[in-house]
């Protein structure tokens, strides 16, 4: 991956310019560009793959919300003039997906989510993290996937240093407990834009059922299991979940 991050005014977003059509990735709640780094190598060349870091740690503590991040997310599509959106949220971002779906459904070609709050979820920030304990940071981040050693130290120390800053982790909280209230259980029959709903069958954070209750709640919705798979399917199988977003994105965009 060798696009750099570009900082205009207050954003700061990757951009490829690889092709018309926008797919706008927005990560979660302890998410980061690597989290997305699969996906950005597959489709950088073929469409313009925007990520644009969402401001939990920058934002003014009353605004490090929900609906804080949405309204970011809605002032930076507009910064960058785009039309349509092809959205792909990951976690809190997926449940930012659907909130700025629902707010500007104009704005959306399609939206994707894997692993997606808005339902119901067992989030590492709901509660305040252990701060100083390194084996409970290290657990809770090996919890997140199926197979444990997709955690790398890298991953953990990343999750430690944030949970340990004491200005970051009350920020983790509050956003995270912000996302509890808004559940959007009775507006998803509300979303028409082709939702693709992409889950790991080992999902324990937000667990196979939350996949099946998007699908049954979400009427124009499609919704693809991977095996052996936690809760970030684009960073655990990679392979299998590009090609199952390559098809849907081809469908949508063509």
């Known amino acids: 991956m060798n696009y750099e991050l570009q900082e205009i005014e207050k954003y700061k977003f990757l951009e ?72 792909l949220g990951n976690s809190l971002g997926g449940h930012i997906s659907l909130l700025y779906a629902l707010a500007q459904p104009e704005k959306i070609n399609s939206i994707t989510l894997t692993g997606s709050s808005g339902l119901f979820e067992n989030s590492l920030g709901s509660t305040f993290p252990k701060r100083g304990n390194y084996e409970f940071i290290q657990n809770k981040t090996q919890e997140i996937f199926y197979d444990p050693e997709v955690a790398s130290k890298e991953l953990v120390d990343e999750v430690f240093d944030t949970v340990n800053d004491r200005n970051k982790a009350i920020r983790i909280v509050t956003t995270a407990k912000s996302a509890i209230r808004h559940n959007l259980g009775d507006k998803l029959h509300l979303i028409t834009a082709p939702t693709l709903l992409v889950w790991g069958d080992h999902d324990t954070i937000t667990p196979p059922f939350v996949g099946e209750k998007f699908n049954d709640l979400i009427e124009n919705s499609k919704l693809h299991f991977i095996k052996n798979c936690g ?6 199988q990679p392979e299998s979940f590009n090609t199952i977003l390559d098809q849907f994105l081809t469908e949508v965009t063509t």
């Open 16 to 87: 490829t310019k690889g092709g018309d059509d926008v797919l706008l990735l927005l990560h979660g709640l302890f998410g980061a560009l690597s989290n997305f780094e699969g996906i950005i190598n597959h489709f950088s060349k073929k469409y313009n793959v925007v990520v644009p870091m969402l401001p939990i740690f920058d934002l003014p503590i009353r605004e490090a919300t929900v609906s804080g991040l949405v309204d970011h997310v809605q002032d930076f599509v507009n910064f960058k003039g785009f039309e349509k959106v092809n959205v």
């Open 231 to 236: 809760h970030a399917a684009m960073m655990e």
